[in-house]
Structure formats: structure tokens, C-alpha cells
């Protein structure tokens, strides 16, 4: 009898879009977790909102046997936009400049919402590999040095590639 | 007493020849004349005895006052004497004629008119000599009494002595005055007219007040006055308590006699009179009165007169509003007469005593809400408190009072973590009950029942004890109340007993013809709704949102219909159509498929029974060990569907009764048209009747170990004493290990089978009990598998969270090697944590559980570990 409507319609801790958004990306982890991809990884921080992702350089490249750490900030609207990609770790790449921002045309305007983390991930660690034959990627690249060393010198574009990677530290992990 | 009156008497007589004296005056001699002055051209000369200045000039009456002065300061003069002396203080002898002469001379003669201050001045003079001697002698009698902290219990025979010698030193001070001085002013005028005469009367009166009012002011100044009233107020309150009967510092009052109720009247009326004699009597004394008449009513409230009526359940209010009336007003009229006699006393009149009531009322209803908490848990004994208060919350500021205070006490005493759901839910129901007495518009309720539904919201097991209590039995068939277990909440399921409350409530509001109608209370907040039903369960049925109660109710009724043993499912069916009622009926299609199911079942088996021409569910095995096997009702899919995970142990069921199985389930798919049977073995029930060579045990079991022991008979021609291992009976029943050591445990525990050797793992059947010697060890053996025979009640047909733990091992691994791998090591509280937001239905276990899980992984290779913390193996 003492039920008041306020105890019924208090916000939910989550609003109803917000919701969705927790939910869509409760199942893309469940999806991961249980059919996990060699060589990708990906999973939420304090929220669910803000993920960290791992992915292992593809195997034959310049990046093989080198493991690079990503973070993902999911917009509340989500997956109707896409979500905010960077290298965590320093990565010396065409098209990823010194800050880790990405030049990826998924991650911008060929975003779909059929997109997910897995789908994300395995474009990055194919770009990783790829020998960037994209042309509409390369005319615009963000590291131009690497980009004129990639076809030039690979073995200096190697040295670099190796004297810019370095692991974080578990400080640096827990800061993300 | 004749010594005295002689060394006065020579006192007299020797001062009147040598003044010894230097406080009064010492005249002219009368024999020196007063020459006067020369006149101009005059030589000084003799006396000159004829000259007329000696009887009429001012200088002759000035020397006739000055030696009246000096004979009537003589005589007032008081004595300076140690208080200890008193007895030998005495009161002025009458004034011989001389004396009196020279007193009426300065009071009413010419002296007094000369002086022009009629009497005044010897008045001062008196009031002079008496201060001196009051604090020469008096005073330092008195001031050792009133040291500062002083005893409170000493205080009646502190004041008491206090007004004796005050009242002593008075009547010395007093008595001249009164006894001479006073009557020379009304007699001097005789000769006056009658107007005169009430004028000097008037004035002689005037003098006397003045005189006492300096008096007075004496005492009172030299007094430390804090001390006295609150001595004052101790004694008013003690005095107090004797007449009323009320034992502040004693547990077990015993009735007054009335003698010393009258002893304690009197002796206060006395004190009281003294002070007013000497003076104390003033503002002060008041004031200590109101403290001690504020702090009586305090004291009554508490007192065992205003106990709360745990059995009578009737208020006392009525009691204390007589009491105030009939006892503490006339106490109060008394002492107010015995103050300020004279003066007009204050009445009392119906005004006043009745605020008093109110107030009285108002404290006793602020002593109630203080335990408050206590009359709650106590309904409905303690209806007594409850009505007591509902004279009290008559005021908004009462009312909040009582709501602040009460979510206080519900805060500190209930709502923690070390209170079980059961009792909180059962003190919610009191709540509901005792405010629905206090408060029927439900508003106070509305309140204070906040708190206690946020924190029934946050706790995991409500809604389950809540559907639990509902479905449970607490009378049994002879109506006999049971006492269930913890998880149930007796108050729920009484409640349940109780006819649905009309949930038809038409609006108060729009019933013009209601006489009964009032505005709502004026507290009420925003969101108050009149036509409230005050009904427990629809209170606690709106706890959660019904998606949760009917997710909750779904499990629940599933494991009860499982279990009930009832034919009918009456109850079942009563419950299901209450939750329509609160629910919705659309919600609760699952529940009520499940129970249809439940009953078509019923009626299915019989047909197969019907059909099936010699029950087939009778079997004899051998001559040991024969199970009678009466099978769960089969169940359609929906109902597993939409059942919590079911315990699915698989096991081989004894030959025998897996050919009636069979048979049944031939029989099922000829009813159902060719649906399959699918038997769930590990919820059955069985009774077992075993034949052992000297007893009979019979038994109600679980079908698991009534496979077990089965499987000790099924061999027994094999010559091997029907003895199995462990790992035989696993091989042989495909049942896992657990089971079979359980239903183990269970048989030893009953006396059946016993381990050939310790930790042999061999058990066999004991066909005969051992003697007396040996009842000893199984005794022992009984009691040390007792813990393990009792866990059979632990399997239940719903999975524990132990199963749900071990099943999602896989998927707790992978979030775990998830996490690490990409937020690199951290410690397993944090793990847990993250576990918990992230894994869909969190995790099922604690920090210890998330340890054990990672220690596992570790010894894998797959994790390492360092201290607390993890991290992936790299």
C-alpha cells in the first residue's frame, strides 16, 4: 500500500538508450569471450563504455611477434556510430600517427553498425599487415615517412617499426 | 535560664552607670548645661539658670532627642553572640518607663516630628544594628551549610535547619519591633481624629513592611540563593515523588503507606511555611518549584504508573490526564498557597491543567516513540503504547517527530546487514499492522516504510522468501500453527491464510453521503493516495517490479509443485489466481501452464495406471531389498522450459525399474500420441522397504539412493556378502561419485551398511545390528557420517551455486583471460569485481571461489601469480 510512483518510475540507473547500448555491448563480449579469435582480445575497463583491446602484429610483417594495446570509447549511440579507436602503444605505421589515431575509413565514414569489436579488430591487425595497396589510404597517409620507407627500405622501416614499439607497463595498463 | 537573667539584669545596671557600649550614641550630659551663645556686647558670664533658651530653644530639644536616641539605641541593641549560644539569646524584656518615653518621644512625639522622619530613622538605625549582628552572628552559622556541591539528599534537613535559625534570629529581630515599637505608633495619636487614625494606622503598617521587607533583603542577600532553590527544587520533587508513589532510582517500588504519604504532605507544608517566613519564599522558590513540578512530570511518565499495558492493550493516557487533574494540580495549588500566602494564590483553573494534560500527554508520547521500535516488534502486545501515541501525533510537529525518530531507530536496529530478510520482512508486516492503528490515512506509514522497502529492494533473497512464505504451510491439517524453517517468514504465510482484501475500494473522496470523511493530514506529501489498501501482501507484492516477483515465483512454484505431495494443489491454485489478482493474469501464463501441466499429469498417469493392467510399479527384485517406485507425474516440455535449470544427475536405474519405466512410458505414448517420455531420474521419490535378516527398515528416499541400496541386493547371489566399493557402484550405476557417497552416508547413517574397514571404500549390507558391544562404534560410525547423511537435503531438485559455479567454470576462465590479457595483471578482489560487471549474471561465488579458479589456472600455466596480484603467463 505504501508504494509511491516515484519508487516505480526512478530512473533506472541506465536510460533506456543507454540500455541498449549495455546490452549490445554485453553480448559483443559474451561473443568474444566465447569464441575467442587467436591473436585479438578485447575487454571492457571500469564501464562498459571504455574497453582495451590487444591485438598481436600478423605473423610475416614488420609488426610479427609484437603485441600492440588499443582503446575503444563507445559513443552513447552506439553502434549507430562508431567507436573511438587509438593506439595505446607506439606503433610506427603509415597511417596511425605518433598519437595512435587511426586513419581507417571504417572507423570513420564506412562505419556500419553491422561493424562490432571483433570486426574492428581484425581490420586492424589486417592493416597492420597489409601492404597498404589501398591507394585511397596512402595518398593521405598520417606518417609520411613511413609511408615512402614501407616500399622504399624495409629493412630500415623494420628498425624503426622495432625502435618505436614499446610494451606498456601494468601502470600504464591500469591508467587507460 | 535565672543566670541569664541576672548577668543581664547587672549588664543593665552596669551600663546605665558606664556606657560600655560604643555603638550608641553617648549624649550631653544633662548636667553640663548648654550655655548657648552670647549675644552682641555680652560678655561671657555664668550661668545663667532663668534665661528661657535651656526649656525652649531648638538646642534643649535637640539635647532631649539625643538622650531619648541614646536610651531607646541602648535598648535595641542586639546582643553579639556565637549561634551556637542561642538558647541564651532572649528576647527583650518590656521597656521600662524611661525607655519606653524615650522611644514613644522619637517614634510618635515631638522628636519623631522634629526629626521630621517620623520614626524613620530609629527603623534604620534598627535595621542597621540588625544586619550587623545578623552577619556577626547569624550568618556564619548558616553559610558552612550551603557549601557549593552540596548533597542533594541532605536537603530537607539542609533547609529545614536553615529556616529553624533564620526562624530563630527572626523572632529575636522581630519581637522589639513588634512588641514595642509598632504598638507606640498606633497608640501615640489618641487624641486624634478617626481619619488621623487610619492614616497612622496605614503608616504603621507601611513601617512594618518596610521593616520586614529590609529584613528580608538581609537574609536573602547573605544566602547563596542558586544553593537554596536547588535544594528547594530537590525537596519540592522528592516530596513530590513520596505523595505520587514514584521511585526514581528504585527497581521495585513498594506501595506507600498513607501515613507516609500524609508524613511527607505535612512535612513539605512546613518547610514551605518557614521559607515563606524568613523570606525565601520569592521568585526563586518558584522557580525551583516550576523545575521540580517540570521534572515530576517527567519522572511520572516514566514511573511504573505509566507503564505500558502489555495485557489490559488499553492506553494509559486516559490515567494520566486524570492524574494530572486530581493529583498534580492540587499538589501544585498547595504548594503555590504555601509559597505565596498572603499574596493571592495563582489559580489553577480548567485552562490551566488542562495544557498540563496536553503537555503531560505530549511528553508521554515523545517517552513512547523513543522505544517505538520495541512496541513494533512487539505487536500487537503492545497495542497499549501504540494507542497511548495516537493521543500524541496530533500535531504536524508530532507527527514528524515521530516519523524522524522511528526511521532513526529502524536505521540502527534493523536495517544492517546483520538482520536476516525473514525478520525483516516480519518486522515490516508489524510496521504495517501497528501503523495502520496509529495513522489509518497511512501517511505516517507512507514514510517511515520507505527506508525499509529501498533496503527489502537491495537485498538478493527478498522476493524469493516472500514467494516461499507464500506457498508455505504453517497450519497443519488440524490447524495447528508449525514453525518453519528460517527462510520462511511466518507473518507472510499467516497473512496468506486471511481472505483477499476487497480490492475494490470505491473513492472516499466522491462519496458524498460519507460521514466519516476528513481532509487528508495535512503532512501528507505530493504523491498521497487516499484509497489505499492496507493489505500486507499487495505492500509486499509491490516491493519489486513483477517482472522480477513473477521470475522468482516461476522457480519457486516450479520446486513446489516437484515436491508437494498435496493432490489437489489447492494452495497452489489459490496463490496462482492471488498473484492474477496483484500481478496481471497476461504475466502469469508460465505459472499457470506449469500448474495445468501439473495436473494433467495427474490424470494422465492414472489413465496409464488404468491401462496398464497390473500396476507395474511394484516390483520385487529379490527377497532383500524391494523399492516400490513411485515415479514423479512425467512432464511435457513447456514446464522444463521454463523451470531454473533442473538437477539433471544421470544414473542407471535398477533393472526392474527401468522395465516399468518402459512399460510407462509405452503407456505415455500411446496417450499423448507418440510424444516420448523423458525421465528425469534424479527427482523421484522412492519407498524403500529392505528385509534384513533380524528387522524391517522401511524408507521414504530419493530415487539415487534407493539405486544404491538396490544395487547392494541386485548382486547378492555373487557369494560375496553383498559388498561393493565405491567404484563399483559408480561403474555399476553410471552415477557419479558424489551420489553415490552421499546415498552411502545416508544408508550407514540409517544402520544399514557399513565400511568393511576404515577408508577401505567397502561397504556392505549389515544384515544383522551388532550386539551391544559393538553398538558403541556404530554409534560412533553413525554419528560421524551424520553431517554426510544429512546432505541429501542439500540435493535439491533447483542447482546450487556450487553447480552453477563449477558449470560456468569455462566461461569465468575466458572474461578472466580476457581481462588480464588486456588490462594487464591486477588483484583478484579487482578481478572480482570486474567479474561481476562483466560476466551476464555475474559471478557465483566469492574472493575465496575467484582464488581457487585463478590458483587453477596458474597450476595450468595459463595465469601467474605474485602475492594477490595476476596476471597472464607471458
Not at chain 2, 578472466?816 to 561481476?836: C, E, F, H, V, W
Request: aromatic share 6%.
Amino acid at each position: 500500500m505504501s508504494t509511491d510512483a516515484a519508487e516505480k518510475t526512478a530512473p533506472q540507473p541506465l536510460s533506456a538508450n543507454n540500455g541498449n547500448v549495455t546490452k549490445r555491448l554485453q553480448t559483443e563480449l559474451m561473443t568474444l569471450m566465447m569464441s575467442p579469435t587467436p591473436g585479438i582480445s578485447a575487454f571492457p575497463n571500469d564501464d562498459l563504455l571504455n574497453w582495451t583491446a590487444t591485438i598481436s602484429g600478423p605473423g610475416g610483417t614488420p609488426y610479427a611477434n609484437l603485441t600492440f594495446k588499443l582503446s575503444f570509447e563507445f559513443p552513447a549511440n552506439y553502434p549507430y556510430a562508431p567507436p573511438t579507436v587509438l593506439f595505446k602503444t607506439p606503433i610506427y605505421h603509415p597511417n596511425i600517427d605518433f598519437s595512435g589515431r587511426i586513419c581507417l575509413d571504417i572507423l570513420k565514414d564506412k562505419w556500419s553498425a553491422i561493424y562490432n569489436v571483433q570486426s574492428v579488430l581484425l581490420s586492424l591487425q589486417s592493416l597492420l599487415g597489409s601492404r597498404i595497396s589501398e591507394l585511397n589510404q596512402i595518398a593521405s597517409p598520417l606518417n609520411g615517412q613511413a609511408a615512402e620507407l614501407w616500399d622504399k627500405d624495409p629493412a630500415e622501416y623494420k628498425r624503426l617499426v622495432l625502435a618505436r614499439h614499446k610494451d606498456l607497463t601494468d601502470e600504464e595498463l591500469a591508467g587507460l | 535560664m535565672t543566670t541569664t537573667m541576672a548577668s543581664s539584669h547587672e549588664a543593665l545596671v552596669f551600663s546605665s552607670v558606664f556606657p560600655v557600649s560604643a555603638h550608641h550614641t553617648t549624649p550631653t550630659p544633662l548636667a553640663t548645661p548648654d550655655l548657648g551663645f552670647t549675644t552682641e556686647g555680652q560678655s561671657f558670664g555664668g550661668v545663667d539658670i532663668t534665661s528661657p533658651l535651656l526649656s525652649s530653644r531648638p538646642v534643649a530639644q535637640e539635647i532631649k532627642q539625643n538622650q531619648a536616641w541614646s536610651v531607646a539605641t541602648r535598648y535595641l541593641s542586639l546582643a553579639r553572640a556565637p549561634f551556637s549560644q542561642i538558647s541564651q539569646w532572649n528576647l527583650k524584656q518590656a521597656p521600662t518607663r524611661d525607655i519606653s518615653d524615650a522611644l514613644r518621644y522619637l517614634l510618635a512625639g515631638e522628636g519623631a516630628q522634629a526629626a521630621g522622619d517620623e520614626g524613620q530613622s530609629l527603623l534604620d538605625w534598627y535595621v542597621n544594628e540588625i544586619r550587623g549582628h545578623y552577619l556577626a552572628c547569624v550568618q556564619p552559622s548558616i553559610q558552612p551549610l550551603w557549601k557549593p556541591g552540596l548533597d542533594c539528599r541532605h536537603s530537607w534537613s539542609l533547609l529545614e535547619e536553615t529556616v529553624n535559625r533564620l526562624g530563630q534570629a527572626q523572632a529575636l529581630y522581630l519581637q522589639p519591633l513588634r512588641d514595642y515599637v509598632l504598638p507606640i505608633i498606633h497608640d501615640a495619636p489618641s487624641n486624634t481624629s478617626t481619619a488621623q487614625q487610619g492614616a497612622v494606622h496605614s503608616k504603621a503598617t507601611q513601617l512594618a513592611s518596610k521593616f520586614r521587607r529590609d529584613l528580608d533583603a538581609v537574609i536573602t542577600h547573605s544566602i547563596p540563593l542558586q544553593l537554596v532553590s536547588k535544594a528547594l527544587s530537590y525537596v519540592l520533587f522528592d516530596a513530590g515523588c513520596r505523595i505520587f508513589d514514584i521511585h526514581p532510582n528504585q527497581a521495585e517500588p513498594k506501595k506507600p503507606a498513607r501515613e507516609d504519604v500524609l508524613h511527607a504532605r505535612n512535612r513539605t507544608v512546613r518547610l514551605l511555611r518557614g521559607l515563606r517566613e524568613v523570606g525565601l519564599a520569592g521568585d526563586q522558590a518558584q522557580r525551583a518549584f516550576a523545575q521540580a513540578m517540570d521534572k515530576l512530570l517527567g519522572q511520572f511518565i516514566v514511573s511504573h504508573h505509566m507503564k505500558v499495558d502489555w495485557y489490559g492493550r488499553a492506553p494509559v493516557t486516559k490515567k494520566l490526564r486524570q492524574w494530572v487533574k486530581e493529583g498534580f494540580a492540587p499538589f501544585a495549588t498547595e504548594v503555590m498557597e504555601c509559597l505565596s500566602a498572603g499574596e493571592t494564590p495563582l489559580p489553577f483553573g480548567p485552562l490551566e491543567i488542562q495544557q498540563w494534560q496536553d503537555m503531560a500527554t505530549q511528553r508521554l508520547g515523545r517517552a513512547r516513540v523513543d522505544n517505538l521500535f520495541d512496541y513494533v516488534v512487539n505487536w500487537d502486545r503492545s497495542l497499549g503504547a501504540i494507542l497511548d501515541l495516537k493521543d500524541y501525533i496530533t500535531t504536524p510537529a508530532a507527527r514528524s517527530h515521530l516519523a524522524i525518530s522511528f526511521s532513526k531507530q529502524l536505521s540502527r536496529r534493523l536495517l544492517h546487514a546483520g538482520a536476516t530478510t525473514t525478520h525483516i520482512l516480519n518486522v515490516y508486516i508489524y510496521v504495517i499492522r501497528a501503523f495502520n492503528e496509529l495513522d489509518p490515512k497511512a501517511v505516517l506509514l507512507d514514510r517511515v516504510a520507505k527506508p525499509i522497502r529501498r533496503h527489502l529492494r537491495d537485498r538478493p533473497d527478498t522476493a524469493r522468501i516472500i514467494v516461499a512464505s507464500l506457498l508455505a504451510d504453517v497450519q497443519d491439517s488440524h490447524g495447528n500453527t508449525l514453525h518453519p524453517s528460517g527462510d520462511i517468514s511466518l507473518e507472510i504465510a499467516t497473512e496468506m491464510l486471511h481472505p483477499v482484501a476487497s480490492q475494490h475500494d470505491h473513492d472516499h473522496d466522491l462519496d458524498w453521503g460519507n460521514m466519516a470523511w476528513t481532509p487528508d493530514p495535512v503532512d501528507a506529501g505530493p504523491e498521497y493516495r487516499k484509497s489505499r489498501s492496507t493489505d500486507i501482501i499487495s505492500s509486499l507484492l509491490s516491493l519489486y517490479d513483477r517482472e522480477d516477483f513473477i521470475t522468482e515465483l516461476k522457480a519457486i512454484l516450479g520446486a513446489h509443485l516437484l515436491s508437494a505431495t498435496t493432490p489437489g494443489f489447492e494452495k497452489e491454485i489459490r496463490l496462482l489466481e492471488l498473484f492474477k489478482l496483484r500481478l496481471g493474469e497476461e504475466k502469469l501464463q508460465a505459472c499457470e501452464v506449469m500448474l495445468r501441466d501439473v495436473l494433467e499429469s495427474k490424470r494422465i498417469d492414472a489413465s496409464i495406471r488404468g491401462t496398464i493392467s497390473r500396476n507395474p510399479f511394484d516390483v520385487s527384485p529379490d527377497t532383500k531389498t524391494r523399492s516400490t517406485r513411485r515415479t514423479t507425474p512425467p512432464r511435457p516440455n513447456p514446464l522444463l522450459l521454463l523451470l531454473a535449470p533442473l538437477r539433471d544427475d544421470t544414473f542407471l536405474p535398477p533393472a526392474a525399474v527401468r522395465a516399468a519405466q518402459s512399460r510407462y512410458a509405452a503407456g505415455f505414448e500411446r496417450v499423448k500420441d507418440m510424444r516420448k517420455l523423458h525421465w528425469m531420474h534424479a527427482l523421484g521419490r522412492a519407498s524403500v522397504r529392505l528385509e534384513l535378516e533380524d528387522r524391517v527398515v522401511e524408507e521414504e528416499v530419493a530415487t539415487w539412493q534407493a539405486a544404491v541400496i538396490d544395487a547392494f541386493g541386485e548382486d547378492g547371489e555373487a557369494g560375496d556378502e553383498a559388498r561393493r566399493s565405491v567404484a563399483q557402484l559408480e561403474a555399476a550405476l553410471e552415477m557419479d561419485e558424489e551420489l553415490v557417497r552421499n546415498a552411502l552416508a545416508f544408508w550407514i547413517g540409517r544402520g544399514v551398511l557399513r565400511e568393511t574397514a576404515p577408508d577401505s571404500d567397502v561397504f556392505e549390507v549389515l544384515e544383522r545390528l551388532p550386539a551391544a558391544n559393538d553398538a558403541g562404534a556404530a554409534a560412533s560410525a553413525a554419528t560421524s557420517t551424520a553431517g554426510q547423511a544429512a546432505r541429501p537435503a542439500a540435493v535439491q531438485a533447483i542447482k546450487s551455486q556450487q553447480d552453477v559455479l563449477e558449470e560456468n567454470t569455462a566461461l569465468y576462465r575466458q572474461f578472466i583471460l580476457g581481462m588480464l590479457t588486456n588490462q594487464g595483471a591486477m588483484p583478484a578482489p579487482r578481478i572480482l569485481m570486474m567479474l561481476k560487471m562483466a560476466v551476464p549474471g555475474g559471478f557465483g561465488g566469492g574472493v575465496e571461489e575467484l582464488r581457487g579458479l585463478l590458483g587453477g589456472m596458474a597450476e595450468e600455466g595459463i595465469l601467474q601469480g605474485g602475492g594477490d596480484v595476476w596476471g597472464v603467463k607471458k
